[in-house]
């Protein structure tokens, strides 16, 4: 089985600065697709970012754009301009392109914003 | 409203009584799994389903039942509830192609006492 984790349990930014958020996965495979999800308070699951593991540019969606390193294993999140609503847990995830039928989310990072 | 409906939203029960927890999608996806998120261990999944008829098991499947005989609902049945299962829950939904991400209910806090 895949796995994905992320080593930054808890991460803390000021508004309106950058912050990156950590996320290593370990596949043998070479189609895949790879997903940051946030959990605000309220717990709901929102999807933030998507990349696919065949595009070599790295997805970006207004303030929240990822680093991809295919060779390193590594899809980081970098979040620009931080805003107190960008204060929540963030999850990385992946599925396999191959057969789809499981994704692997990694323990979270929580993230806090700092007036 | 494109969404994926989860009941109940809380529940606090006793081990051994027999509970569902129901969930609902409205925007004909093929591709229907449940989690369970505790703390430290992220979102682990229960058990997946392709499309109707068809279910698998995920990562953590143990005293977790599931079924699919409607594309829109996929409900998770506990027949003997017990305190280690004690956690939130969220179902999700996708549509079955691969790059497809998915939608997620707004989760079901079980408490078993």
């Known amino acids: 089985a895949q796995t994905v984790t992320q080593s930054q349990p808890e991460m803390s930014v000021q508004e309106a600065e950058t912050v990156t958020l950590s996320c290593t996965y370990d596949t043998s495979e070479s189609d895949y697709y790879l997903f940051w999800y946030k959990q605000p308070p309220s717990r709901q699951m929102i999807l933030v970012i998507r990349q696919e593991a065949y595009k070599q540019q790295n997805a970006t969606e207004n303030r929240f754009s990822v680093n991809f390193q295919k060779a390193a294993k590594s899809f980081s999140l970098k979040i620009s301009d931080s805003q107190l609503g960008d204060a929540a847990m963030y999850f990385c995830?992946?599925?396999?392109?191959?057969?789809?039928?499981?994704?692997?989310f990694g323990t979270g990072t929580s993230l806090t914003v700092i007036p | 409203e494109a969404q994926v409906t989860q009941n109940p939203r809380y529940l606090i029960t006793v081990t051994g009584k027999k509970l569902t927890v129901t969930c609902s999608q409205n925007m004909n996806h093929e591709y229907m799994s449940w989690y369970r998120q505790d703390p430290g261990l992220g979102l682990r999944q229960i058990y997946y389903s392709m499309n109707v008829e068809v279910t698998d098991k995920g990562d953590v499947p143990e005293g977790y039942k599931v079924s699919r005989k409607e594309k829109r609902n996929f409900p998770l049945i506990l027949e003997s509830p017990s305190p280690n299962q004690t956690s939130l829950y969220f179902c999700?939904?996708?549509?079955?192609?691969?790059?497809?991400?998915?939608?997620f209910g707004d989760g079901t806090r079980l408490s078993i006492l």
């Open positions: 995830a992946y599925r396999s392109a191959n057969t789809g039928n499981q994704f692997y």
């Open positions: 999700a939904s996708s549509l079955s192609q691969t790059y497809q991400p998915q939608h």
